[in-house]
Structure formats: structure tokens, C-alpha cells
């Protein structure tokens, strides 16, 4: 309500439409870096927006304030890799009407995901002094495989621009529009030439989600799939390209396993690759 000559000035309903209440948000952390978390914080110049559009009620990343749920949206940053914490996800996905996975190790594991192809228990023996005292799961795995999932936004780190993207549009009860094509098309936009046409080097571009703005390949350097999967991707025409093209399997398979290596297409195309190199030897 503002005030004009002295005079009180009654809220429309127009106004009314135009504001709506604050979101209740809650930012949680499962096993990751808290990089994808701090994205929300650089938002150094929108953050005083975001701040008028949601009530952030629990981020402890951020602040020593906490307020039990239920919460309208939830953030999740964080694979699952222990029993509490596969138990904790669901107590989250109770509070949160919406809950919203950020992040390659919430959304495909993260690259602690590569214990899912190696003994964790030797693990443990290696790192630990004492492993006997450290409970883990045999696995690192998403949200998603755990608890039913309302968006994912990918990214190692997520973009802030389409984290702003998703608060907004679950602010005023739309669907996120943030973009499904392939990081190839990023290329194209900034006239980067085809490093994997022009140079012969390997590149996940062709599969990979746009987000990144096509930074690898633009100083020369392939693309190793940072933002996951894009949406239909062709992994086994690629890769079958690529061992045509001389790569070997030993050469492609850790580019497949790095920050999204247990993305179905991406995992689904390393083990095809490794069972070529151990058909090879």
C-alpha cells in the first residue's frame, strides 16, 4: 500500500494478482562439494530479488536459521551415499510440495558415483584408518532413484541463471524452462568450429545437456559432459563413431565416467566401452 499527497491508496486486485505470497524455501545438502549451493549465493545481484520473492527458511549453507516444514519448494543438492542418508531424503520429500534436485551429483550420482564400479570396502581400507567405524552404502546414487522428483536441473556446477529460472517459475506456479537441446548447438551459436570434425578430438557435445555456454570447446578442449545427458541422446551412435574413428575404449570410458558417469546414457555406453577394451585384450 503506497501513499500519495498524504492520501492511502487501496491495493487493486490487479496488484494483488501481481504479488504473490512468499515461497517457503529449503535448501538441503546430501554427499556433495555444496558448489551447486553456493550457486544460489553468486547470484550476487539478483539475490536481493530473490530474497523479496522467497522466504528461505532453511539453508544451512547461508544461514543459522532454520524453521521446520513443511516448505513449499525444496533444493537438493547431494547424492545418496549412506543409510541415513537414503532415510533423510525421504523425510525431505515429505516436507517439500516440490522438490527440486540441483546438480550432477544429485541428479546422476557425481563422481563419487564411480565407487558404483570399484570394491568400496577397499575403498574404505585405503582412506580410513579405522573403516570399521564408517557406514557407507555400496553405491552413490541420485535423488531420483530414492524419492519421486519434480524437477532436475543439471550441472557440475548448475548454472545460476537457470537456478533463477526454476525459483521464478515456481514462484508464480509455472514449469521451469531452461534448455533441452545439446551443447553442439552452443557451439554453432558462438562459431566455434568442430573441434571432433576439425582435430579428431574426442567430444561429448553431440549428448551432452546445454548450460555451460560451450566453454571447452570453444579453447579446444572436448566437452566431457558436465551438465549430463541431453534430452534423447544418441550415446551409442557417438561412441560407435568414435572407436570407427580410432579412439580407443581405454581413452573414451574415463571421459564417460567423470562428474555424470551413472546418467543411464553415459554409464549404459562406459560399460559397452569396457567390455569392447576387455573383448580387445
Not at 59 to 80: K, N, Q, W
Not at 217 to 224: E, K, Q
Not at 253 to 268: G, S, T, Y
Request: neutral net charge; proline residues 6%; contains cysteine.
Amino acid at each position: 500500500m503506497s501513499t500519495t499527497g498524504g492520501a492511502q491508496r487501496s491495493q487493486s486486485p490487479r496488484d494483488a494478482v501481481a504479488r504473490p505470497r512468499k515461497v517457503r524455501l529449503a535448501v538441503f545438502k546430501f554427499a556433495s562439494c555444496d558448489g551447486c549451493q553456493l550457486s544460489l549465493l553468486d547470484c550476487e545481484d539478483e539475490l536481493l530479488a530473490v530474497a523479496e520473492a522467497v522466504d528461505i527458511v532453511y539453508f544451512l549453507e547461508a544461514t543459522s536459521r532454520v524453521e521446520s516444514g513443511p516448505y513449499d519448494v525444496g533444493l537438493v543438492e547431494g547424492s545418496i551415499c549412506t543409510p541415513e542418508d537414503a532415510e533423510r531424503i525421504r523425510q525431505v520429500r515429505r516436507e517439500c510440495r516440490y522438490l527440486v534436485t540441483i546438480g550432477a551429483c544429485a541428479t546422476a550420482g557425481g563422481i563419487q558415483s564411480l565407487r558404483n564400479w570399484a570394491d568400496h570396502e577397499e575403498f574404505l581400507r585405503c582412506v580410513y584408518a579405522r573403516p570399521e567405524y564408517i557406514r557407507t552404502l555400496a553405491t552413490s546414487t541420485p535423488i531420483a532413484a530414492h524419492v519421486p522428483v519434480d524437477f532436475e536441473l543439471r550441472g557440475c556446477p548448475i548454472d545460476r541463471f537457470q537456478l533463477l529460472e526454476v525459483i521464478r517459475a515456481l514462484v508464480w506456479g509455472l514449469r521451469p524452462r531452461t534448455p533441452r537441446h545439446s551443447v553442439c548447438l552452443d557451439c554453432k551459436r558462438r562459431g566455434t568450429v568442430c573441434i571432433e570434425v576439425a582435430q579428431g578430438v574426442p567430444c561429448l557435445g553431440p549428448i551432452t545437456h546445454a548450460g555451460c555456454g560451450a566453454i571447452c570447446p570453444a579453447y579446444g578442449r572436448g566437452c566431457y559432459g558436465c551438465f549430463g545427458p541431453a534430452a534423447q541422446p544418441n550415446g551409442e551412435s557417438l561412441v560407435s563413431r568414435f572407436v570407427s574413428g580410432g579412439i580407443s575404449a581405454e581413452r573414451l570410458v574415463p571421459l564417460l565416467r567423470n562428474f555424470n558417469a551413472a546418467a543411464d546414457e553415459f554409464r549404459c555406453q562406459s560399460d559397452r566401452l569396457q567390455r569392447l577394451g576387455e573383448g580387445e585384450r
